[in-house]
């Protein structure tokens, strides 16, 4: 069984969520439990890392249309960092680019967020 681990942390009223491990079908339905009870805690502000990110499935690319629909409901932001230029290309040849706000490093996404 694959794993991937979540890691969190706060800064200011955003949440850094890094992400390590393959995000497929095996994976991503925990990831995007935690992610929702991230959200329902009212942490709305979210910056996925994918840093640590070795695959990316259809399923990833899913649960990352959930999260950005969650999180724009409330208001709030999201914003993915550290992708892979195969990742990337990923989300632009399906379309789903358009949805996400893409920065290089955690620090540009964080000051995204928050302005």
């Known amino acids: 069984m694959n794993m991937i681990e979540i890691k969190e942390k706060a800064q200011g009223d955003t ?28 942490k709305k ?10 695959y990316l499935a259809s399923s990833g690319l899913r ?3 959930l ?5 724009n409901k409330l208001d709030g932001g999201l914003v993915l960092c550290r992708l892979t230029d ?4 990923t989300l632009d040849i399906t379309g789903f680019l358009r949805y996400f706000t ?3 490093g955690v620090e540009d ?3 995204k967020i928050s302005s």
Do not use: H, N, Y
């Not at 999260?67 to 999180?71: A, N």
């Open 109 to 111: 996404a964080v000051r």
């Open 45 to 54: 502000f979210l910056v996925l890392d994918f840093g640590g990110v070795t």
């Open 86 to 89: 195969t990742m990337r290309d």
């Open 67 to 71: 999260v950005v629909r969650q999180v």
């Open 63 to 65: 649960m990352l249309l």
């Open 102 to 104: 893409i920065t290089l």
């Open 15 to 42: 949440t850094i969520v890094e992400l390590l491990g393959k995000l497929d079908a095996s994976t991503t339905p925990s990831v995007e439990e935690r992610l929702v009870r991230m959200i329902q805690e009212g």
